[in-house]
């Protein structure tokens, strides 16, 4: 058989193999995380390899015992589930607000020290975060924000606007200056013009980002280690458990069941805006 | 005759529209430019000054801008017993991370070109690992990694035959015998990298992938009636399209991977041989309250990234400087 002969088949079936490959190695450990949160703990202690589990031994008891209130002996993670919903969303608005300026100011408008600025937003990246982590940690501390969310969402939004305004930008470069000038021949200033033309024609990326966003907060966990850690009540889901996990008395089902609790939001609000995501994530990627 | 009415009123009729815009520039960027200036670039610097005082952390609070300078922490650092092993760690781990996240990610985007039924729920799954919780994945990866009772040991012992269970996350090294000769394996590193490979590959597959579907047919057409094999194509259609963009990947995930402190401290807390250099500034600073330590590991740290950098970026890849 011909060399291409031998290539065609053995790749048309090894790509099988890798899409399943990875499909099974995406959503195994998610599956085992879901399949941990409903069994009980006697019958993992007993079966600790099953994957398939009789559906008359499934029960929802790990996820009462997450969620209930500290003082009816549950781990009161609804409380956290709140926290880290304000801390996300007003870290996506506070960064979106501030960001959206800044990108159109860096695709749009010539002016001094332009450059400089955009290589500034880059470099900013090459630094690791726990180099920030220690002056801000002093600088929180001094202000009384330390143990507060405010804080936190300060601290995310610093991590984050660079981010936005790259992404922002690669999309605002894309929409043609043409539009704009008809707004403005039209009478619009420019903030009108904004305001009324680029930011809905930006929409998709604009969503994108805030998604993005909003996943970065959510999920963050070294800040809200260093800031949070003293007060139970302001922690982040993804803080309450770390900390939970780091001790032994709660058991394995129960901090699965925290896991799904903490995961599930997220997956939720991607797999709806996953297309978005995508295109958003990579709109400069491709040259051709 | 009276000039025809202004529509935009500008105060000054003889601003320049270039002025104008500049002005409208400067506004318009100077939240941003607050915001990243003062909570960044700020506390990077006073990072900075850290690294070469005497400090510790009770003393910081009354401390202003001007203690003592001093190099001492830089020579307690780089005479701390396991400074230079961690470097060597942090250096494998990046290189072994970022390796394995853009093979596998390479490997997926050729696999999802083409379309078939499925596939952009395919898709949808490949970016789960990226985009889940990190407290969450590193703990169920440590559940199933747990030598009691994780399904991969049960699986091990049970189904492959091994005589005891791996404690993948704990165990600094075990000694594999490969072709007679006794080869020692650093077991928990190992699987700190394939736990990376795995939560960063979607990033890599996301970037190929759309370069990838912008190659154009024609060029992968010419080499069909060519008669070039699958990896003939690859070689030299495929791969000189994906250059830039492999170098880019390359850059972007050295420089998180190094810096990166989550993963290993929630899979490991950096014993057993992952102590990575992210991980030994958070032991300075939360153990031995020694801020001025911790900075300056923290420093040479970044240091260290930045040199790697430029001696990629000037003679391995200088197509990456096209990219951005």
Known sequence: MSRIGVENRLFAVLRW???????????????????LSIRSIDEVLQHPGRLWVPLSELTVSAYRAVLSPVDSGGQGMLVLLRNSLVVSLAAVVLTLLVSIPGSYAVSRLRFAGRRQVHFLFLAVY???????????????????????????????IAQTVPVSVYMLRNYLSTIPESIEEAAAIDGCNRLQTVWRVTLPLAAPAVMTTALYVFMIAWNEFLFALLFLVEDRSSWTVSLGLAQLAGGIEVPKTVLTAGAVVLTLPVVILFFMAERMLTEGLTSGADKG | MRPPPETATPPNKRITLRKRESRAGLVFLSPTLLVVIVVVILPILWTILLAFQDIKLVDIQDAGLFGRYTLGNFASVFSSPGFWSS???????????????????????LALRRPFRGRSLVRGTMLLPYVAPVVAVTFV?????????????????RLLGWDEPIAFLTQRATDVSVLGMEVEIPVALLTVIAFEGWRYFPFAFLFLLARLQAVPGTLEEAALVDGATPTQRFRHVLLPQLGPVLALLVVLRFIMTFNKFDDVFLLTGGSA??????????????????????SAQALVLAVVLVVFVGIYLRFLAPSADKES
């Open chain 1, 126 to 156: 090459l630094f690791p975060t726990i180099l920030l982590a220690i002056p801000l940690f002093v600088m929180f501390t001094r202000m009384g924000l330390r143990g507060s969310l405010a804080g936190l969402v300060i601290v995310y």
């Open chain 2, 87 to 109: 470097l060597v760690t942090t250096l494998i781990y990046t290189v072994g991370s970022t390796g394995l996240s853009i093979g596998v990610g390479t490997v997926a985007a």
């Open chain 2, 273 to 294: 041989g992952t102590d990575v250099v992210s991980v030994r500034v958070y032991e300075y600073l939360t153990s031995r309250f020694d801020v001025g330590a911790a």
């Open chain 2, 141 to 157: 990866w440590q559940v199933m990694l747990n030598p009691q009772f994780g399904i991969i040991n049960q699986w091990g012992t």
């Open chain 1, 17 to 35: 193999v890798v899409i399943v490959g990875l499909v099974l190695a995406t959503v195994v450990p998610f599956y085992y995380m879901v399949l």
